[in-house]
Structure formats: structure tokens, C-alpha cells
């Protein structure tokens, strides 16, 4: 990738981000040939930062990385357009991207969260972490289990402890958020399909 470092005083280029799966534009930050390296070593994205001139992987302090998926040059090789999994919120304001919506922190980040989570497990070692020894076992087992919990949710749903529901209900939620990820696909696919066959 043959960027054109050189086109700025300072050696700096833009770098758009933008969420793999939403297609949200993020943030915005700059980059050197340092910070490309280091997003491609680290799989987070990594800028330079002028106010603190240094390289600043984005998350280090907050724990909101953004784990890399892929890096694109556009027709003049001066802007980058980086596609990335956000943990968490982006903006330091607590929004989801930084042009949020009068920064009002999104009701759903935690969604968003674990959904990254659970595809940054899998590809990671079954010995890992619970997440990634189900994705080693197959789209069979995965299935099986969204089944069990969702009987079991079934069975609290009858009874009246409603802790025990609530347990389950996150059970399923969770596994059903597995399954997805093992097809290909995220929350959001699901919820664009419900507002089309919404009516208002």
C-alpha cells in the first residue's frame, strides 16, 4: 500500500473508521507509516496523536478499542478508510460514533460490546475462553445449545422466580448472539428485517 505520507506538512494522513457491520462512520483520526504498522501488528487501531505526539492505540485508557478488519486507500493514496469492530462507545463523550446524537450515550452499547467480543473469540483458541471452545464444536452444537436455553427459558416462564427467567432469558439472548455470529451475521441484520415489516 504505497499511501502519500508526504502530501502534509506534517506526515500525517486522515483516517476514516467505520463499523464493519453497521457501516457507521466512527471517528475520525490521523495516521503515519508507524501507526499503520502498529494497527496491523496490534489488530487495534492505532493512530498518532498530535496532542500527544505519540502513537495512541484508540481504547488503551477506556478499554473501547477498535479491533481492525481491513484497511483501504482512496484514489489520491492520501485518506485512509479503516473498517473496524467497536468495543463499546467511540467518543469520549460516550456516544456510539462521534457525531452521535446530541451525545446521548446509545441505550445499546453493551449489545454492541458483546457482539465484538464474541467475534473477536472466534477465531481464538478453543482453550481460550467458553465462547471459542463452542464456536471449535460447530453450527450443531451452537444450535443445540440456543435449543436447550431457550427451552429452559420456556420452563422459567411458567414458574415465578422471576430471577431464574431473567437468568435464562440472558442465556438465550446470549447463545442466540453466538449463533448469529457462526451464520455470518449480527444483531443488526435481524433488527433490519424487523423495522421493514414494521407499519407504523
Request: proline share 3%; aromatic share 8%.
Amino acid at each position: 500500500m504505497n499511501i502519500y505520507f508526504s502530501k502534509y506538512a506534517d506526515g500525517l494522513v486522515p483516517a476514516i473508521v467505520q463499523d464493519v457491520n453497521t457501516k457507521s462512520v466512527l471517528m475520525l483520526g490521523f495516521m503515519n507509516q508507524e501507526a499503520v504498522d502498529a494497527t496491523l501488528s496490534l489488530k487495534k487501531v492505532t493512530f498518532f496523536s498530535r496532542s500527544k505526539n505519540r502513537l495512541w492505540t484508540k481504547g488503551e485508557e477506556s478499554g473501547n478499542f477498535l479491533n481492525y478488519i481491513s484497511m483501504a486507500l482512496d484514489c489520491d493514496n492520501d485518506t485512509l478508510l479503516i473498517q473496524a469492530n467497536p468495543v463499546g462507545p467511540v467518543c469520549h463523550n460516550g456516544t456510539d460514533t462521534c457525531w452521535g446524537s446530541d451525545n446521548i450515550p446509545s441505550s445499546n452499547n453493551f449489545l454492541t460490546t458483546l457482539e465484538a467480543v464474541i467475534a473477536e473469540r472466534k477465531s481464538a483458541s478453543p482453550d481460550s475462553s467458553y465462547v471459542a471452545s463452542l464456536f471449535a464444536k460447530g453450527i450443531n452444537k451452537i444450535a443445540q445449545k440456543v435449543g436447550e436455553e431457550a427451552v429452559e427459558m420456556v420452563i422459567e416462564a411458567k414458574d415465578s422466580n422471576e430471577k431464574l427467567f431473567l437468568d435464562e432469558s440472558a442465556d438465550l439472548l446470549f447463545h442466540y448472539l453466538i449463533l448469529l455470529q457462526s451464520k455470518g451475521y449480527t444483531l443488526k441484520d435481524v433488527v433490519n428485517i424487523l423495522e421493514k415489516r414494521h407499519k407504523p
